[in-house]
């Protein structure tokens, strides 16, 4: 039987056309027969893989009856692994690419057992317009790319709702087949935080064990159109596709059940284990008092307080959405370490952006027990931020500790 998993996610840029390109060479050298076929009109696995030098035809000459899948299957290295593009070269292509999968018609291409492949990994374009619907519909289940970024896991309760509202809308088999994250860098102690605070969040089978990690050897896999696993530099990385292939290969008997979340399942954690992942208890309402005081005394227009991963833990009257100014705060505030380091000044605390001619945010790091916090606010520029920001942080460590 052939299983078709779809390789996608929310973001842009996450690595879905790399990993679905090694995990491809990855399962064929367990002896399975594969096929990617490229669902983004941009071209990421016909780029990746150099098929538009090598065959310009895909899915869009199929879909208008001009060729047939077969004759559009570029082999890759062997006749075990091949890649079909989409095919789109012009305005109107995307366009009809993008109709012809929103009415449903890549399903019935891909219908069935196909031509003796194990294994069809379809390489979705970012977000979930028509055409990653389209590819969740055919598929038996589909693999979600992280990074572990500030913001990751504010938007992953959207992200498994929409997996529910795709189960309800387009393919009620659909199954997760695992939450992969890519480009991590281990040594980052957010990033580590933010893998505890997501796996605390959610089932442990929903993740893959193996994670990749931030390799440079893809940039020059995507200069040369190779895979990792046929540059020297890329060896070490090529052993955890390895690895995941076998997850992957595995996992075909462990699906997720079929009915994993109901409607109401609560994805915040439950309270013991927020409890343990942080020694603080926030009183929310006196962070809010303080956040409120400040921004009538001082004149700004809002704040927020969050930790380091960017959680908001309280805010006030945010002018922006509270978890996008709390997901500012994390990476501003990692950048500020950053630059700190780099000029060999490790207490640069404060840092302050104009965001357009009037209105500037203000961002103030602090610790208290070995956590680090960010308090962020936004003023207009002409307002003397830090000094209020200052009394405001001291209320802030007072009613944390
Ligand atoms: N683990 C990684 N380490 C370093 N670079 C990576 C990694 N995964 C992907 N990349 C690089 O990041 C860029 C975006 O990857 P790509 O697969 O095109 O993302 P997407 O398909 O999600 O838009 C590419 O230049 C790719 O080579
Ligand atoms: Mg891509």
């Known amino acids: 039987m052939t299983r078709k998993i779809t390789i996608a996610s929310q973001k842009g840029g996450v690595g879905k056309t790399a990993i679905t390109i090694n995990l491809a060479y990855s399962l064929r050298r367990l002896g399975k027969k ?134 309800k809308n387009f393919n009620p088999d659909l199954k997760i087949e695992g939450i ?15 893998v505890k605070q997501l796996k605390s969040r959610l089932p442990a089978r929903l ?12 940039e020059v896999a995507a200069i040369k159109a190779l895979p990792l696993e046929k540059l020297q530099a890329g060896h070490r990385t090529a052993r955890d596709f390895m690895a995941l292939a076998v997850e992957v290969e595995t996992r075909k008997h462990q699906f997720i059940g079929d009915v994993m979340f109901g409607d109401d399942y609560d994805f915040a954690p439950p309270e013991e284990a927020r409890g343990e992942e942080s020694a603080l208890a926030p009183n929310r309402d006196e962070l809010k008092e303080a956040l409120s005081e400040m921004c009538e005394n001082g004149g700004f227009y809002g704040a927020v307080v969050a930790d380091e991963m960017g959680f908001p833990l309280a805010d006030y009257s945010s002018p922006i959405g509270v978890d996008a100014l709390a997901t500012c705060s994390s990476l501003l505030g990692e950048a500020l370490v950053k630059a700190g380091t780099i000029i060999e000044m490790s207490e640069v605390n404060n840092l302050v952006m104009d965001i357009n001619q009037e209105d500037k945010l203000v ?39």
């Open 34 to 167: 594969v096929l990617i076929v490229d669902g983004d009109s941009q071209g990421g696995v016909a780029t990746a893989c150099r098929l538009k030098i090598l065959n310009s035809k895909g899915l869009v000459q199929v879909l208008r009856g001009e060729e047939n899948l077969e004759g559009v299957a570029v082999p890759l290295d062997g006749d075990d692994l091949a890649a079909i593009g989409t095919g789109a070269s012009t305005p109107e292509d995307i366009v009809y690419f993008e109709e012809q999968a929103a009415v449903g018609r890549l399903g019935a291409l891909f219908s069935g057992d196909f031509d003796n492949y194990d294994f069809i990994l379809y390489d979705a374009p970012v977000g979930i317009g028509v055409v990653t619907r389209g590819l969740f519909a055919i598929s038996d289940s589909f693999i979600q790319v992280l990074n572990c970024r500030a913001g990751t896991v504010i938007t992953l309760s959207r992200l498994l709702n929409l997996y529910i509202w795709i189960r």
């Open 180 to 194: 992969l994250f890519n480009m991590l860098n281990s040594s980052s102690v957010i990033e580590s935080k933010i």
């Open 363 to 401: 961002l103030h790091r602090f610790s208290l027990l070995d956590e680090n916090y960010m308090l962020v606010a936004i003023c207009p520029r002409e307002v003397e931020a830090l000094g209020e920001i200052g009394l405001a942080t001291a209320r802030i460590i007072k009613s944390l500790s």
């Open 207 to 218: 993740f893959f064990d193996t994670a990749i990690p931030f390799d440079d050897a893809f």
